[in-house]
């Protein structure tokens, strides 16, 4: 947890921008940061996990760890309306401190672990361009494969109802799949999106990904969207992320 602290400027700008928003929104805090040896991670994180629920619980939804194929570990915190992770962000300084004294071995082991500081960035969920299915439920998918891109900013209204009426044309397919997308508000230029694919794993993920794609070439209409989407997105990365378990 080494470098973890938001400058003082960051915590201001985000207690004061995002309180001041008065519809609920769900708001994600991602943290990316690397180190030498991931099951050292993994064998930390179930205690670091439960100290944090027992500290921070009252302000967020839902939360996760993944290990990534490009070296990564991303930290996933989820929040529900704005007003949650404005007091989150305001407190979290005390946390750090605290949990530095109550899992002392724990933090010094994770900090002689990182080689790379954590990056925070703030995410905004777009439910109009996110796929869940009904019985969708985030602890039964092990596997994201995640795409973070940029549009251009005079673009994005043209890209957005493009992913809309592709989506409407899957559905109408009976293309069934799971995928959450996110806009950058901070850490990240605010045309940057990340698309998020669940699956069981990431076999399951290529597997009945080669199944839609069959079934979505026979819709010439959509491809040709998804061509003009494709033209629009400027790739920054792709990875695999795997799951850590919280026990």
Same mark, same amino acid.
């Given at each position: 947890?080494?470098?973890?602290?938001?400058?003082?400027?960051?915590?201001?700008?985000?207690?004061?921008?995002?309180?001041?928003?008065?519809?609920?929104?769900?708001?994600?805090?991602?943290?990316?940061?690397?180190?030498?040896?991931?099951?050292?991670?993994?064998?930390?994180?179930?205690?670091?996990?439960?100290?944090?629920?027992?500290?921070?619980?009252?302000?967020?939804?839902?939360?996760?760890?993944? @290990?990534?194929?490009?070296?990564?570990?991303?930290?996933?915190? $989820?929040?529900?309306?704005?007003?949650?992770?404005?007091?989150?962000?305001?407190?979290?300084?005390?946390?750090?401190?605290?949990?530095?004294?109550?899992?002392?071995?724990?933090?010094?082991?994770?900090?002689?672990?990182?080689?790379?500081?954590?990056?925070?960035?703030?995410? @905004?969920?777009?439910?109009?361009?996110?796929?869940?299915?009904?019985? $969708?439920?985030?602890?039964?998918?092990? $596997?994201?494969?995640?795409?973070?891109?940029? @549009?251009?900013?005079?673009?994005?209204?043209?890209?957005?109802?493009?992913?809309?009426? @592709?989506?409407?044309?899957?559905?109408?397919?009976?293309?069934?799949?799971?995928?959450?997308?996110?806009?950058?508000?901070?850490?990240?230029?605010?045309?940057?999106?990340?698309?998020?694919?669940?699956?069981?794993?990431?076999?399951?993920?290529?597997?009945?990904?080669?199944?839609?794609?069959?079934? %979505?070439?026979?819709?010439?209409?959509?491809?040709?969207?998804?061509?003009?989407?494709?033209?629009?997105?400027?790739?920054?990365?792709?990875?695999?992320?795997? %799951?850590?378990?919280?026990?």
């Amino acid at each position: 947890m080494k470098k973890t602290l938001f400058p003082l400027l960051i915590l201001v700008f985000m207690k004061c921008s995002l309180l001041a928003q008065d519809t609920e929104r769900t708001i994600m805090l991602l943290g990316e940061t690397k180190v030498s040896d991931t099951d050292i991670y993994k064998k930390n994180y179930p205690a670091i996990y439960n100290w944090s629920n027992t500290h921070s619980g009252k302000f967020i939804w839902q939360r996760g760890a993944h @290990v990534s194929e490009a070296g990564f570990i991303y930290t996933l915190i $989820f929040f529900k309306g704005d007003k949650n992770f404005g007091e989150f962000v305001a407190t979290q300084n005390d946390r750090l401190i605290q949990i530095r004294k109550d899992l002392k071995e724990i933090i010094k082991e994770n900090n002689d672990n990182t080689t790379l500081p954590v990056v925070r960035s703030a995410w @905004v969920l777009m439910n109009k361009l996110s796929v869940l299915q009904p019985d $969708f439920k985030i602890e039964d998918y092990d $596997f994201r494969k995640m795409n973070i891109f940029t @549009v251009p900013s005079n673009k994005i209204g043209e890209y957005e109802s493009l992913l809309e009426k @592709v989506n409407e044309a899957d559905k109408a397919s009976g293309i069934k799949y799971n995928v959450v997308v996110y806009k950058a508000e901070f850490g990240y230029p605010v045309n940057t999106y990340m698309a998020l694919y669940q699956d069981k794993s990431r076999l399951d993920y290529y597997k009945h990904q080669d199944e839609r794609n069959a079934t %979505r070439k026979i819709n010439k209409e959509r491809m040709e969207m998804t061509k003009k989407m494709s033209l629009l997105q400027t790739m920054i990365r792709v990875d695999h992320l795997d %799951r850590i378990p919280n026990q």
